[in-house]
DNA sequence: TGACCACTGTACCGGCGGTCAAGTCGCGGG
DNA sequence: CCCGCGACTTGACCGCCGGTACAGTGGTCA
C-alpha cells in the first residue's frame, strides 16, 4: 500500500483493504475513520455517501489496473515485434509480477462489485460493466492481429478468447484467495498462456 | 428456488439468494425474517448467529453443486467409454445446463466467502477451502485418466489443468455477473473444452 | 398427560450509516 | 495583514441492524 498524501488517499487505502477483505457491506465507515484518525464528519466531508465512496474505489482501482496492463504489455511490444510472441511475453510478464506479489493478489474490485450488485447504485455497476468491456476490446485487439497471421486450430469466437484472459485472473484470484495459495493465480495464467500458444502456433 | 418444505430450509433460500445479490455483509437477518414471515426469535432458534448461518449456506450449496457434477459427469461417462471424449462430453453437458439457466447461474458462494474471508470464522473458511481442493481432486482423477492414454502436446502440470476447470466457471460467473451477459459463462467452459481438447488430442 | 419441538412476544443493548449545524485552523492571494 | 476557502473537528441526533435474554404458546407424539 502507498502512501497516502491526502486523508481522502489514506480513506481510499484503507477501505480498498477493508472492502477486499470482508466485502463492501461488511466495511464499516466508523472503522476506516478510526484507521485513518478523522471523524465521521471528516469522511462525510469526501464522499458524500458509501455509494460514492465505492465510486471512487472503483475508478482509482481500475485506472491504476489499466496503467500496470499498459505498462506490461507495451514492454512485451518493444521485445518483440510479432504479436503472438509479444503477447505470450506479456502473459509471462503478467504471471511473474502476480508472483512477486508477496501475499498474493489482494483481490479485484471488479469481481467484488459484481458478488453485491445490489448493494450498488447504477453508475456504479455501469462503472463495473464498462471495465469488463474495456478489458475486452483491449484483448480483443491483440488476438486479432495475432489471428491475422496465424490462423487459429480450432474454430473459436475472439472475443471469447478476449474474455477468457480476463476470466482467468478472475478465476485465480478467487481460487488463491479460498484455497489460501498465492501460486495459483500464476499458475493459471502460465496455463493460459499454454492455451494461447497451443490455438495459434503453426505446429509444435 | 425449490419450494421449502420447513421454515428453516425457507430461511436458506431467501439469505442464499440475498448473499448472492448483495454480499454477506450486505444481507440482513431483518430482511429475512420479514421475507420469511418469521419473528427474529425464530431466527436465532434455528441459527445461532449469522457466522452458522454462512456455514449451514455454504454446506448445503456444497453439497448440491458436487450432487449436480456427479450427475452430470456420470451421465457423460455413461455415453462415452474413453476417459477424453467422456470428459469433453461432460464440460458439454455442463455449458448446456449453465446456458439453460433463465437468468444465468446465480453466483458461487465459494467466490462470495473467498471474498469476504474476514467475515467469517475459521470452520467456514475452511469448508471453503475444502471445497475447492475437492473440485481439484475430482477433476484431477479424470485429468490422469486421460493423461495416461493421450500424452498431453505440452509440459503442463495437471493439478493446474484442475484448477483451470473450477477456475473457468468462477471467472465465467463473475465476467457474466458484472458484464450482464448471462451467455458469458457457458461460452467460457466451451473454449475451456476446446482447450483440453486441444491440449490432449493427439491430432486435428 | 406431559414432554418436546418449533416457534412467538417483548424488551433491551451497542454498533453502524447517515444527517445537521456550527466551529477551527492553516495557507495562499489581494 | 487579514480574508476567504478548503479541510477538516465537535457534538448531538435518528433509525436500522446484529445479537441477547427469557418467558410463553400451540401442535404432536409416546
Redesign the interface.
Known sequence: MAKAQSKRELILDIAEASV????????SIDEIISAADITKSGFFYHFRDKNQLARALLQRYLDTENAILDDIFDRARDLHGDPLHSFLIGLKLFAELMEDLPNGHP?CL??????????FDQEVRDL??Q???TW?ERFLGVLKEIAAIYPP??D??LM??A??I???????I??S????ETA?LP??I??LR??I???FSPA?
Do not use: C, H, P, W
Request: proline share 0%; no cysteine; charged share 20%.
Open positions: 477486499l477483505s470482508k466485502g463492501f457491506g461488511g466495511t483481490g471488479v469481481a467484488t462489485v459484481a458478488y453485491s450488485e445490489r448493494m463495473n460493466r471495465a469488463i468491456l475486452r486450430r480450432d473459436v469466437d471469447t478468447v474474455d477468457m480476463t476470466g482467468t485472473v478472475e478465476g485465480g478467487v481460487l484467495r479460498a484455497v489460501g495459483v499458475q493459471q502460465v496455463l499454454s492455451y500458444r497451443l490455438l509444435l
